[in-house]
């Protein structure tokens, strides 16, 4: 898990430079709708669909994990494709990344108070904290470091270090599916509509909220694709991991969302594009 991460967050770190992270300050109204969306909003709809849908605790847990997992790497690429704000979709991850350092435990233990009781709260442990400081930032800082001494050698690493993410990705998924295969389609048929509903409503706030505060389209798209892809390989490794949640039936809502959200990403973009097509 953690060398998945690593990786992950090393070629996010190849697209990054400082002038990113400069871009909260020069672009604060976009950047604050996008994190309000995700931090705020994101956890009162999943709690409410994982209410609606009576998941069982554990698979409640699981999707309320995913839902304060920062946005996934992956969201740049699909805002390329759909012609989104791609700078705002870098930044958003970086901050929403080391912003979810201290917001998920917090999101994590009421889920877990909610849902399962007393007595099982996860706690925001400072070793824990630098454990994720570790596998998220510095390999951040490190593909940064290799972008600005070798420009030209990180863009040749970008695509193939993408490729291995998502390889890895891939086998984190088939990992868990593996390990819980004597339930994955009952837990499929639990949990599966409620991920899908959660996946559609994500995009839709992310969409429709910038644009009622009269953002840019290509903000709204950009805020969209990173409201709607979340960093489904983190949540897995927090809920599997045996020094954290150490529940491996928490993990199957982030699998199956991870399943599920390249599909409605890749259709969230052509809509988008069609109707801006027609409009032209």
């Known amino acids: 898990m953690p060398i998945a991460l690593g990786v992950i967050m090393l070629g996010l770190g190849l697209s990054l430079t400082l002038e990113d992270f400069k871009r909260v300050v020069l672009m604060p109204k976009p950047v604050f709708v996008g994190l309000f969306c995700q931090m705020l909003v994101l956890p009162v709809v999943c709690f409410a669909i994982a209410t609606g849908f009576d998941l069982p605790p554990a698979l409640a847990v699981g999707l309320m994990l995913l839902s304060a997992s920062p946005g996934g790497a992956t969201a740049n690429l699909f805002s390329h494709l759909a012609k989104g704000d791609v700078a705002l979709n870098v930044t958003l991850t970086a901050v929403n990344s080391v912003l979810s350092l201290l917001t998920l435990p917090f999101i994590v233990n009421y889920s877990l108070v909610q849902f399962m009781g007393e007595g099982k709260v996860l706690p925001l442990q400072f070793d824990k904290v630098i454990q994720v ?51 994955v389609v009952e837990y499929f048929q639990q949990v599966g509509l409620a991920a899908l509903a959660f996946n559609l409503v994500s995009m839709a706030v992310g969409y429709l909220v910038p644009l009622v505060v009269r953002l840019p389209k290509r903000q709204a798209v950009a805020i969209g694709m990173e409201i709607g892809i979340h960093n489904g390989t983190l949540a897995i490794a927090i809920a599997s991991a045996p020094t954290l949640l150490n529940n491996s039936a928490m993990a199957v809502p982030p699998a199956v969302y991870s399943l599920i959200m390249f599909f409605t990403a890749a259709a969230f973009g052509y809509l988008v594009n069609r109707g801006t097509t027609r409009a032209a």
């Open 133 to 183: 400081f570790a596998i998220v930032l510095v390999p951040v800082a490190i593909g940064m470091f290799v972008r600005s001494k070798k420009p030209a050698g990180a863009a040749s690493l970008e695509k193939p270090v993408k490729i291995l993410s998502a390889v890895f990705l891939l086998l984190v998924i088939a990992a868990t599916v593996a390990k819980e295969r004597a339930h």
